[in-house]
């Protein structure tokens, strides 16, 4: 069922070339995140975002990329269908979660929890990654759903987890009433 849905992608050269770029974009290890969290570290508006960002990408990192990739060890499309056209290497890893989709839409929603306007334009970049991985027959419909909820579920996360410890250290501080 799912392999159907991939093979009814429409696919000519103009979209093999924007979900080619759309897919090396992100990085093969999703380091476009990487940079978009280190970039938003720099100014202090944005500094507890790129912090979220940047979490976020190391839970996919740890429990996408190793403990659910290898706990389930889904073969992807592209190991089922040998003969179908690739236009970039076949991984070696497994298919389930998609991480790219993970990281994608952990830091849209990291970045959407604080910042709702540029996190929606996230939401569509991320969105576009999300489906270049299976135009690209990286990976089952399924693959990139779960990643999608993952990513959003640990960017929520991270989110809160940086409020929490921003809120624990204004209380932990003296506060300028206190001095006099």
Request: glycine content about 6%; proline content about 6%; aromatic content about 14%.
């Amino acid at each position: 069922m799912e392999l159907s849905f991939l093979y009814a992608i429409p696919r000519t050269p103009i979209l093999d070339t924007f979900f080619l770029f759309i897919t090396k974009m992100a990085g093969s290890y999703g380091q476009l995140w990487v940079i978009v969290g280190a970039a938003l570290l720099i100014p202090k508006k944005t500094r507890r975002t790129g912090i979220a960002v940047l979490i976020s990408y190391v839970g996919v990192f740890v429990f996408g990329q190793f403990i659910l990739k290898n706990l389930f060890n889904r073969p992807r499309p592209c190991h089922i269908d040998q003969a179908f056209e690739m236009l970039v290497k076949r991984p070696t890893s497994s298919s389930f979660p998609s991480t790219h989709s993970a990281w994608s839409f952990a830091g849209a929603t990291a970045i959407f929890m604080k910042f709702r306007k540029p996190g929606i334009a996230v939401f569509v970049i991320s969105a576009l990654i999300a489906f270049s991985r299976m135009y690209l027959f990286l990976h089952f419909p399924t693959d990139v759903l779960c990643g999608i909820i993952f990513g959003m579920v640990l960017g929520f996360a991270a989110d809160k987890l940086c409020d929490f410890i921003a809120k624990r250290k204004e209380a932990e501080s003296p506060s300028d009433s206190t001095n006099g």
